[in-house]
């Protein structure tokens, strides 16, 4: 009998895989999406070997977390602890370890030329990387939560694993992977809250506070996530009027806020304590976070007190105060800057940087997957359609009660997307916004189109029957649009008609080198203008 070819090999393979129990294919669709995320994320995070964007300030920050020196920066203290890990362990393995990068800390913003020579970018990039590969399993987790099947809640995590604008930006020491994953996490334990009763509620609730501390510790945008624990509680009030349930709300809402509170007190506290050496005053940075702090810090700084509530609260509200000018002091408009309100449709994209050899060039581009953002905008919009359709169809089914709790979290999670869009789009009044501040709402469009697949495929036969046929072509789609897109994420080289061909059929990037216009010809006096 001949030996089974390598095609009936996989056949039977993937025969063994669709038809094993479905815990172990959960399992196992796990696991591929994190070694997806790995490949994505994780690797070549030299590349470039130049510091991009936010990196400019951060690289700064960190320098000056690395010598202790007390400092405030534009954004909470948590985000940059975990790069000051990074550099620290990266220190242990001999990365960076003879380069001298004390004068990075003498200002708040670098020109990204002045890099010292030979500095290698892994180790203060790597924790945002790795906090991304976290994000792409609880992506996984937040769809099974709410779709009940390993594989599709596998090929909708593809939304966020070959996301090109999530990767180039979780990929670089910015902020936003570490927001990122606390978001996921608290939308996670939410799911345990919403329409159920937690096995241990004052924990779960406590939970959610918790990893909404953490988000709002490294942007404080995140704060507007606290409104899904009001939802929970709001919904368990409404179905339930009686003065037994109030008080349970009460406890619950209260643990949230305590959790909250105790995770914003503890890292303030540790930011003070990780950094007990004074700002030098003689540097730009140094003369800044000085004349920002007030006078019981300075003392506490001065070794004329003891570390003391006091000392912490007069801390924080130096960094609140330090926070708030720059937030009234930032422009309002600026070439990169976009419009909240057109972010569904991916305006705009940002070049980050690119470099030329003379006959390509490299782009390190924060375009989005085409494919997922499309998918998004469906979300939001089927969303829509089906929760005005909700109220006219009121036909009873078998499945009524899980009809309607997927009803019930597709409204919650589309109220959310909307408070999250709304509130952005006032912020754009008052300062410039860019299109990743948007990242949040875009991961829950991505959750609103995982719901709506699956609302349909219980209400329309013909969807049900092709649904895995669907779904693989899904899969297909979103991985072929980010291998297209990858060289813009990835910072490879390209030459301008390769370029060209990404801008079909919209403009998503202005290649370089672009052709400089001509200088306008002098003006030649007209025999008219001479006539006296």
Request: include cysteine.
């Amino acid at each position: 009998m001949p030996a089974p070819s390598f095609i009936q090999k996989a056949k039977d393979f993937a025969d063994r895989l669709w038809n094993a129990d479905d815990q172990t294919l959960r399992w196992m669709l796990g696991v591929l999406v994190i070694v997806l995320a790995c490949f994505n994320f994780v690797r070549d995070l030299n590349n470039p070997n130049h510091a991009f964007w936010d990196e400019s300030y951060y690289l700064t920050t960190t320098q000056r977390y690395e010598e202790g020196k007390a400092q405030y920066a534009s954004h909470p203290p948590l985000g940059f602890m975990f790069m000051d890990a990074g550099v620290k362990a990266g220190k242990l393995l001999g990365i960076n370890k003879n380069i001298d990068t004390h004068f990075l800390g003498d200002v708040k913003k670098i020109d990204s030329r002045v890099v010292p020579k030979g500095y290698d970018f892994t180790p203060i990039r790597m924790p945002s990387a790795l906090f991304a590969v976290i994000s792409a399993l609880l992506f996984y987790l937040i769809i099974l939560r709410l779709n009940g099947e390993a594989f599709e809640a596998f090929v909708f995590s593809l939304l966020f694993v070959f996301e090109n604008a999530y990767i180039v930006h979780f990929r670089a020491a910015h902020l936003d992977s570490y927001q990122f994953t606390f978001t996921l996490g608290s939308i996670l334990v939410w799911l345990y809250t919403f329409g159920r009763e937690p096995k241990r509620p004052l924990l779960t609730y406590a939970a959610f506070g918790l990893l909404c501390g953490l988000s709002f510790m490294v942007k404080v945008n995140s704060l507007v996530m606290l409104l899904l624990g009001a939802l929970s509680l709001g919904r368990a009030l409404w179905m339930d009027h009686s003065r037994p349930n109030w008080l349970r709300q009460f406890w619950r809402g209260t643990s949230v806020a305590g959790a909250f509170l105790a995770v914003v007190a503890l890292f303030f506290t540790l930011h003070v304590v990780f950094n007990p050496n004074a700002p030098d005053t003689s540097t730009k940075a140094g003369a800044r976070d000085n004349g920002a702090m007030g006078q019981v810090y300075k003392d506490y700084l001065a070794h004329k007190r003891g570390l003391s509530p006091a000392v912490v609260w007069d801390a924080t509200v130096g960094y609140y105060k330090y926070m708030k000018y720059d937030f009234t002091g930032e422009v309002k408009t600026e070439p990169n800057g976009s419009q909240p309100v057109l972010w569904p449709f991916m305006a705009k994209a940002i070049t980050y940087r690119w470099d030329f050899d003379g006959k390509k060039t490299a782009y390190t581009h924060m375009v989005g997957n085409p494919v997922n953002w499309g998918l998004g905008l469906v979300g939001i919009v089927g969303a829509a359609v089906l929760i005005s359709r909700r109220r006219f169809d009121r036909k009873d089914t078998t499945d009524a009660e899980a009809r309607a709790m997927d009803f019930d979290r597709l409204e919650a999670l589309f109220a959310m997307f909307m408070v999250f869009w709304v509130f952005h789009i006032y912020l754009g009044i008052h300062r410039v916004m860019y299109i990743y501040h948007y990242f949040i709402g875009l991961a829950l469009t991505y959750l609103l189109a995982a719901l709506c697949f699956r609302i349909v495929a219980r209400q329309v036969p013909l969807v049900a029957k092709h649904r895995f046929g669907i779904l693989c072509g899904l899969s297909i789609l979103i991985a072929v649009s980010y291998l297209f897109y990858a060289p813009l994420t990835y910072h490879q080289s390209m030459t301008k008609a390769e370029c060209n061909l990404r801008n079909i059929p919209v403009t998503l990037v202005v290649c370089q080198p672009a052709k400089k216009k001509p200088a306008p010809l002098p003006v030649k006096p007209s025999a008219d203008l001479n006539k006296s």
